[in-house]
């Protein structure tokens, strides 16, 4: 109750029972919710979601903390810096390249200034990054991964979310 600010019996109440119109308010873009913005919907949404095993992936990356409104407001620039970075570098192999983004917290429950994300890019073996330079680097362990390919615009990220969670996870 005292971190929403709704007890059970009310959220029950208020949203379950009485509501006749899903109403999803993603965390990871809670600023954009589907109420707010009826024109986007999980319908929409166009891609493809599959399990795969991956053998752990050597990244080396940029972490942002803050806001996802931030983050979005700063992409552009931290891709570029990323990219530059790894050019001047010679980490950067056309074709193999891959480029991704963690986002290591959940907006659930964390606070919207702490978020981290890390922009990252896929490292040849052997590669070695300067200890001297912005980029840091990470390993993911391999394992079983939900991997999601979508084309979105901007305003359908909260969808996506939702998507994910409630249809593609649940089903």
């Given amino acids: 109750k005292q971190y ?20 999803n308010i993603s965390r990871y873009n809670k600023d ?10 999980k319908q929409e949404i166009e891609g493809k979601v599959e399990i795969i095993m991956m053998d752990s992936i050597k990244v080396a990356y940029l972490r942002f903390t ?41 907006p659930e429950f964390t606070n919207p200034d702490d978020l981290k994300t890390s ?20 390993e993911i362990p391999a394992g079983e991964y939900m991997v999601g390919h979508f084309y979105i615009r901007q305003d359908q990220f909260s969808a996506m979310w939702d998507y994910i969670y409630e249809e593609w996870l649940t089903n």
């Fill in 4 to 23: 929403y600010g709704v007890s059970p019996s009310n959220y029950r109440d208020d949203y379950r029972k009485n509501c006749k119109d899903q109403y």
């Fill in 32 to 41: 954009v919710s589907d109420k707010l913005n009826q024109s986007v919907s």
């Fill in 119 to 138: 922009i990252c890019i896929t490292l040849p073996d052997g590669a070695v990054v300067d200890e001297n330079s912005e980029l840091s680097v990470m």
């Fill in 66 to 106: 803050g806001a996802y409104i931030e983050l979005s407001k700063q992409l552009p620039k931290l891709m570029e810096q990323l990219f530059i970075n790894a050019y001047n570098q010679n980490l950067l192999i056309e074709g193999e390249t891959k480029v991704l983004c963690i986002y290591h917290d959940n």
